[in-house]
Every structure is written in structure tokens, then in C-alpha cells.
């Protein structure tokens, strides 16, 4: 389709494994975020990437996470040695954004459920 | 720090009657405030959106308002209707620590009903 895409649409691993999830956006947007949201909480801003500029990373919550985008397209969002409290709903999300200018609407993937046991 | 606050989680109404939900910020250099909505399973849409230039957009059935010197805005939706029933995110963008990225509220869930 031409929505964002997200996978694994739900993931259940036990604590201290290493997970990877992937995002791929809509075709030609150059911004794409990540999201999660935790039991009963808001959406949590983890990091955002725009174009060729160095990502922000300052929503990531520990040394733990970690994302890349290759080539400006396709994200993967890499949690190593997770913990109970990483379990969330991780949600992906792309814009059409030129760089430099305010965020303007983000199209958001239906998310990937993490759960760790 | 919570930037953008939703400070009621739940809200429910009549269908035909108004739904009025709020949202308060503290960040006096966003200028860019959105609406998200979004139903179970699903990923947030984007529902309406207002420049700080405004105090007022109108979309249909949705209303956003901006009272930014008391950093406050307010969704209107009327007539509600039982579609409507979702969680409804508040979002901010602006300022230099905020560069290209929205700053949810956490969430009001609204329920409209029949």
C-alpha cells in the first residue's frame, strides 16, 4: 500500500533479548519518526529523522535504543537487552516535511506491539 | 517535562451535542498545534491543525482554538457523533529544541453516545 508500513505488527520476546523493529515510510517523504506508547499513556517522542541532518535522539530513554535509516528511506528501531517496561505500542510515522520548515502532518503506521516477558 | 497536557483522560457525550476537548502547553515558542485522532489497533490520523498566526480553524464539523496567551487550545466537534468515539491526541511543534518534531499531549478518550 502506500501508508507507512510497520513490522512485525506484534512481537513478544523475554527480557534481555534484543529486538529489531522496521518502518518503511511513504515513498518520498524525508522526515520519519518514532512514537511509542506505553499501557494508558501518551505518545512518547523517541527520535526523528530529517533528511541528511544528524538525527535527534533526545527522546530515546536509554543507551538501550537505538535506530538508523538507511538511505533515507527504511528505519529500524533496535531495543538490545530489553526490559519489562520497554513494552509498548512503538509507532512509526513519515512527513513530507523540507527541511528547516515546521512539522506539518505526519502519517503514522498502525504500530508495532512489543511485549516482553 | 510534559510539554503539551491533556488533563482529562476520558469524556463522554450525547450524539447531536458538543464534544469540547483541551489542551494546555508550556512551551511559549510552539507555533504549530495539531489534532490527532485515533481508534484502537490503529495509528493516529491527522484530524485538524492550527498555526499560532490564528485563533481559530474551522473543518467541517471540527473546530480547533487557540488562546495563546493563556497557552491553551480546544477542539469543538459538533454535532458528535457516535464515529467520533476515539482517543484524541493534542500536538505541538515550534522552537528551537523542537525542530521538526510534534510533542503529543497523552490522550483524551471520547465516547459519543447513540
Known amino acids: 500500500g502506500a501508508g507507512v508500513s510497520q513490522s512485525p505488527s506484534n512481537k513478544v520476546t523475554e527480557k534481555g533479548k534484543d529486538v529489531e523493529l522496521r518502518c518503511d515510510p511513504i515513498s518520498g517523504h524525508t522526515a520519519l519518526y518514532w512514537y511509542r506508547q506505553s499501557l494508558g499513556q501518551g505518545l512518547e517522542f523517541l527520535i526523528y529523522?530529517?533528511?541528511?541532518?544528524?538525527?535527534?535522539k533526545s527522546g530515546l530513554p536509554s543507551d538501550r535504543f537505538s535506530a538508523e535509516r538507511t538511505g533515507g528511506s527504511v528505519s529500524t528501531l533496535t531495543i538490545q537487552r530489553t526490559q519489562q517496561e520497554d513494552s509498548a505500542v512503538y509507532l512509526c510515522?513519515?512527513?513530507?516535511?523540507?527541511?528547516?520548515?515546521?512539522?506539518?502532518?505526519?502519517?503514522f503506521g498502525e504500530g508495532s506491539r512489543l511485549t516482553v516477558l | 517535562d510534559q510539554q503539551v497536557k491533556q488533563n482529562s483522560p476520558s469524556l463522554s457525550v450525547q450524539e447531536g451535542r458538543i464534544s469540547i476537548l483541551n489542551c494546555d502547553y508550556t512551551?511559549?515558542?510552539?507555533?504549530?498545534f495539531l489534532w490527532y485522532k485515533k481508534y484502537p489497533a490503529e495509528g493516529p490520523t491527522f484530524l485538524i491543525s492550527i498555526s499560532s498566526i490564528k485563533d481559530k480553524n474551522e473543518d467541517g464539523r471540527f473546530t480547533v482554538f487557540l488562546n495563546k496567551s493563556a497557552k491553551h487550545l480546544s477542539l469543538h466537534i459538533v454535532p458528535s457523533q457516535p464515529g467520533d468515539s476515539a482517543v484524541y491526541f493534542c500536538?505541538?511543534?515550534?522552537?528551537?529544541?523542537?525542530?521538526?518534531?510534534?510533542?503529543f499531549g497523552q490522550g483524551t478518550t471520547l465516547q459519543v453516545k447513540p
Open positions: 512551551n511559549s515558542m510552539f507555533d504549530y
Open positions: 510515522a513519515s512527513s513530507l516535511t523540507p527541511q528547516g520548515t515546521n512539522t506539518g502532518e505526519l502519517f
Open positions: 500536538a505541538a511543534s515550534g522552537g528551537s529544541s523542537n525542530t521538526g518534531k510534534l510533542i
Open positions: 529523522f530529517q533528511g541528511n541532518s544528524a538525527p535527534d
